[in-house]
């Protein structure tokens, strides 16, 4: 009974009393703050270099200027437009261009001969093939356009980079080399060719193109306000009003301003073609605000 007592009377503390040996020791340890530090140690300081992680600024790369005296006119000795410098492509492009195709015309053309008979490059196919081109040094054949527009990886390299000089197979009715390599008229020779002939019409261009446009608009803007402005004066001047009470199309009676600039389009061909119904909506210069601004000036 005593020892279920004693059982009884212990508790959950009574597993975790301190032994008598790490009473001594805990005794002789001190809380941190209670350390006197007699002496100082000087610790260096050691400097901390953070790498910055980030895109490196780009060195500028030193365009290579552009002459196009420099480029060669022989299509076998020409290098590859893709070969030049991104910046300088487009000017190359243009200066072949500009040049044509180059088609040498010589006395006498350099004979190959091919089996029993002597073959050779004939002046008559540059007006039958206009872009052939011909290499003196090679004596072959070329494709102006898809030399201009080749790629990294050209799709005729016979007519681009090689050279072609089978003359005996050209004269071959329907299986002429020539026609076989324009194709259909959706062919790559046949695009290329067509971008050849954009590029010569300089007219049509998208700098030039968007010149034109905004010089007309420009006129065409000017004189819709001249007239406005014309007729707002010449209605104060009478002390007419302005507006009307139905300004819509279908009104018989669209207001003192609309009807007079109505008048004037029936008079004017030029103001009948960009005046009213016909000018785009953020330039009519008839809107009530509008109004009310010119009658302020």
């Known amino acids: 009974m005593e020892d279920q007592e004693r059982k009884r ?24 703050s209670l350390i006197e530090t007699s002496t100082s140690v000087d610790i260096p300081m050691i400097p901390v270099v953070v790498e910055r992680q980030g895109p490196q600024p780009q060195t500028k790369v030193s365009r290579i ?25 487009d000017d190359v492009r243009r200066a072949y261009i500009k040049w044509g195709p180059n ?31 011909y290499s003196i040094s090679k004596d072959a054949a070329f494709c102006f356009p898809c030399f201009v527009f080749q790629g990294h990886e050209p799709l005729h390299p016979t007519f681009t980079v090689d050279g072609f000089s089978s003359w005996k197979r050209v004269n071959n009715g329907v299986k002429c080399v020539f026609l076989s390599h324009m194709g259909g008229p959706v062919s790559t020779h046949n695009n290329v060719v067509r971008n050849v ?10 700098d030039k193109v968007m010149n034109v446009q905004s010089s007309e608009e420009i006129t065409k803007n000017r004189l819709r306000l001249k007239a406005t402005i014309d007729s707002v004066q010449w209605l104060t001047l009478q002390g007419c009003a302005l507006r009307g009470r139905d300004e819509y199309v279908m009104s018989k009676n669209r207001g003192n301003l609309i009807e007079m600039i109505s008048l004037m389009e029936k008079l004017n061909v030029e103001i ?7 000018a785009p909506g953020n330039a009519k210069y008839t809107s009530p605000m509008i109004q009310k601004i010119f009658c302020i000036f």
């Not at 790490?22 to 941190?32: G, I, Q, R």
């Open 65 to 89: 200027p552009f002459d196009e005296n420099e480029l060669d006119r022989d299509p076998a000795l020409c290098i590859p437009i893709w070969k030049h410098p991104d910046y300088n492509q």
């Open 272 to 278: 009948n073609d960009i005046f009213l119904e016909k």
């Open 197 to 206: 002939e954009a590029l010569k019409n300089i007219s049509m261009h998208i």
């Open 103 to 133: 088609q040498p015309i010589l006395a006498e053309y350099l004979r190959t001969k091919t089996g029993v008979q002597n073959r050779r490059f004939q002046e008559s196919w540059y007006k039958k093939f206009p872009w052939l081109e």
């Open 9 to 32: 009377a212990k508790t959950i503390f009574s597993f975790f009393k301190k032994k008598s040996g790490e009473e001594t020791s805990n005794s002789s340890l001190k809380p941190l």
